[in-house]
């Protein structure tokens, strides 16, 4: 079955990820653009280095075309945030990207945008794959691509240069040029070199690149910039006294931060030093977004320049929508995604990344020492991050236990409050925090918990896991 989740639908290459299931996506979004009255508008497609990357997009837009739809095909492996730019920049209402992002290598996906460049929401994508799931493959209308270019139902662009120079105008080029750091940049067998690289070149940065070369295994790692997946890019920093390595997922639309001495620099510290780096140096006002299961941290930074600290569930369609409410000035998660206001809706890793920096580069510090003034000033907290393959089975009953029954192990501190508005969190008095939740992109349980140590929100994990049955090897 075709089941779209957070991050739009993800399946195994050749399970459910198949020529005949792509193809009942692309009609089921091809008629409902009809029914809609926009298919002359026309969608853009794109797809990255991923196995079946290209072929999947080429049937995607057969079907489309084929259904009637105008098709803008971007004719290179781009990043996704490109495809987001483009569909909001052309003013087109729907938009779909080939990639399964940070998965392993087995999978593929689609994620799909509507108007203005956004994350499609779950009210949009479920009717999309319940209709893709009844539909008769042999009802399908197709054109062969080359056909359908000749007819120009399928027009070839290249939306690059446009998306590039709209990041390049988003941050300080002379800033950089001034400061010249020297950056290491992993795109980790992805799509983001090329991007990145021409920003920072036109920044006059000196810039060293490991795993650039297409490879669909992703050298054998998850292509998510994690502590486990960065130790060539550290071991790079450290060679090359770089002052920062910058590393990306495979659709480049998160990044991973290495600082100047070669220690991982968390997703969580990323988002805060950039939400206090456009607060306290460049003078910007507005609220922070972050999902349930993102550093509290943001908080006190937020509070501290009387700003709001917005809470949403999982899922950056969720951010999106939080800071268009709020009118917010950033809105991130822990996994690495984050934007800014005037940017795209969306996460972006190349401009995240040339906003860092800029960062850098303005402020005359470290990243190290950036880190080291944020806790001298806000406290420290750290987060414990862990995640178990689920069977069936066993989501059922951390379902029942967790979910239905609403039972907790004793944590050995105060609860405020208990949400379940998005798995389970619990809030402790001081300030301290742990959620259990399903992941809406792969069968796994993710547990995380923050506290002012290492050992103390490990410690919260690790009495969740035991309690549940799950094996914890801290």
Same mark, same amino acid.
């Given at each position: 079955?075709?089941?779209?989740?957070?991050?739009?639908?993800?399946?195994?290459?050749?399970?459910?990820?198949?020529?005949?299931?792509?193809?009942?996506?692309?009609?089921?979004?091809?008629?409902?653009?009809?029914?809609?009255?926009?298919?002359?508008?026309?969608?853009?497609?794109?797809?990255?280095?991923?196995?079946?990357?290209?072929?999947?997009?080429?049937?995607?837009?057969?079907?489309?075309?084929?259904?009637?739809?105008?098709?803008?095909?971007?004719?290179?492996?781009?990043?996704?945030?490109?495809?987001?730019?483009?569909?909001?920049?052309?003013?087109?209402?729907?938009?779909?990207?080939?990639?399964?992002?940070?998965?392993?290598?087995?999978?593929?996906?689609?994620?799909?945008?509507?108007?203005?460049?956004?994350?499609?929401?779950?009210?949009?994508?479920?009717?999309?794959?319940?209709?893709?799931?009844?539909?008769?493959?042999?009802?399908?209308?197709?054109?062969?691509?080359?056909?359908?270019?000749?007819? =120009?139902?399928?027009?070839?662009?290249?939306?690059?240069?446009?998306?590039?120079?709209?990041?390049?105008?988003?941050?300080?080029?002379?800033?950089?040029?001034?400061?010249?750091?020297?950056?290491?940049?992993?795109?980790?067998?992805?799509?983001?070199?090329?991007?990145?690289?021409?920003?920072?070149?036109?920044?006059?940065?000196?810039?060293?690149?490991?795993?650039?070369?297409?490879?669909?295994?992703?050298?054998?790692?998850?292509?998510?910039?994690?502590?486990?997946?960065?130790?060539?890019?550290?071991?790079?920093?450290?060679?090359?006294?770089?002052?920062?390595?910058?590393?990306?997922?495979?659709?480049?639309?998160?990044?991973?931060?290495?600082?100047?001495?070669?220690?991982?620099?968390?997703?969580?510290?990323?988002?805060?030093?950039?939400?206090?780096?456009?607060?306290?140096?460049?003078?910007?006002?507005?609220?922070?977004?972050?999902?349930?299961?993102?550093?509290?941290?943001?908080?006190?930074?937020?509070?501290?320049?009387?700003?709001?600290?917005?809470?949403?569930?999982?899922?950056?369609?969720?951010?999106?929508?939080?800071?268009?409410?709020?009118?917010?000035?950033?809105?991130?998660?822990?996994?690495?995604?984050?934007?800014?206001?005037?940017?795209?809706?969306?996460?972006?890793?190349?401009?995240?990344?040339?906003?860092?920096?800029?960062?850098?580069?303005?402020?005359?510090?470290?990243?190290?020492?950036?880190?080291?003034?944020?806790?001298?000033?806000?406290?420290?907290?750290?987060?414990?991050?862990?995640?178990?393959?689920?069977?069936?089975?066993? =989501?059922?009953?951390?379902?029942?236990?967790?979910?239905?029954?609403?039972?907790?192990?004793?944590?050995?501190?105060?609860?405020?409050?208990?949400?379940?508005?998005?798995?389970?969190?619990?809030?402790?008095?001081?300030?301290?925090?742990?959620?259990?939740?399903?992941?809406?992109?792969?069968?796994?349980?993710?547990?995380?918990?923050?506290?002012?140590?290492?050992?103390?929100?490990?410690?919260?994990?690790?009495?969740?896991?035991?309690?549940?049955?799950?094996?914890?090897?801290?």
């Amino acid at each position: 079955m075709i089941e779209f989740g957070t991050g739009g639908w993800r399946a195994v290459i050749g399970d459910v990820f198949t020529r005949a299931n792509i193809r009942r996506v692309a009609a089921a979004l091809a008629r409902r653009m009809v029914r809609e009255g926009c298919a002359d508008r026309g969608l853009c497609i794109g797809y990255d280095r991923r196995f079946l990357s290209r072929e999947a997009a080429i049937w995607f837009s057969e079907v489309a075309a084929g259904e009637g739809v105008k098709v803008y095909f971007v004719n290179l492996n781009c990043p996704t945030p490109q495809i987001m730019f483009t569909v909001k920049n052309m003013y087109l209402p729907y938009g779909a990207m080939i990639t399964a992002s940070h998965n392993p290598a087995v999978y593929n996906g689609i994620k799909l945008f509507t108007l203005g460049g956004r994350d499609a929401s779950q009210e949009f994508t479920d009717p999309i794959g319940q209709e893709a799931n009844e539909l008769d493959e042999n009802g399908i209308r197709s054109i062969p691509f080359d056909q359908a270019k000749q007819e =120009k139902r399928i027009l070839l662009i290249d939306p690059r240069d446009s998306y590039l120079d709209s990041i390049m105008k988003q941050v300080s080029v002379d800033a950089i040029r001034a400061r010249r750091p020297r950056v290491v940049l992993d795109p980790m067998f992805g799509v983001g070199h090329t991007g990145l690289m021409t920003i920072l070149y036109t920044a006059r940065c000196d810039i060293d690149v490991i795993n650039d070369n297409h490879d669909a295994f992703f050298g054998g790692h998850l292509p998510a910039p994690t502590p486990e997946t960065l130790v060539d890019l550290q071991h790079a920093v450290r060679t090359h006294h770089a002052d920062v390595g910058i590393a990306m997922d495979g659709d480049a639309d998160r990044l991973g931060i290495i600082d100047e001495k070669g220690n991982y620099v968390s997703a969580n510290e990323v988002l805060v030093l950039l939400y206090y780096y456009l607060l306290a140096y460049k003078g910007l006002r507005g609220a922070v977004v972050r999902n349930i299961a993102t550093t509290h941290l943001l908080d006190k930074v937020a509070a501290a320049y009387g700003q709001q600290c917005v809470e949403v569930p999982v899922g950056f369609k969720h951010i999106s929508s939080g800071m268009d409410q709020h009118n917010a000035l950033i809105g991130g998660e822990s996994s690495g995604g984050l934007t800014v206001r005037g940017h795209i809706s969306g996460k972006d890793g190349l401009y995240a990344a040339s906003l860092l920096v800029e960062m850098l580069s303005v402020t005359g510090k470290s990243m190290s020492e950036l880190v080291q003034e944020i806790y001298a000033r806000f406290g420290e907290a750290h987060t414990g991050e862990y995640d178990w393959e689920l069977t069936a089975d066993l =989501k059922k009953e951390i379902q029942r236990i967790v979910i239905t029954e609403h039972q907790l192990p004793d944590f050995g501190k105060e609860i405020a409050k208990v949400s379940y508005y998005d798995g389970c969190k619990v809030y402790f008095t001081d300030d301290s925090w742990i959620i259990i939740r399903f992941s809406g992109t792969e069968p796994r349980l993710r547990i995380f918990a923050e506290s002012d140590t290492v050992r103390s929100a490990r410690r919260l994990v690790r009495i969740a896991a035991q309690f549940l049955g799950l094996p914890f090897n801290d």
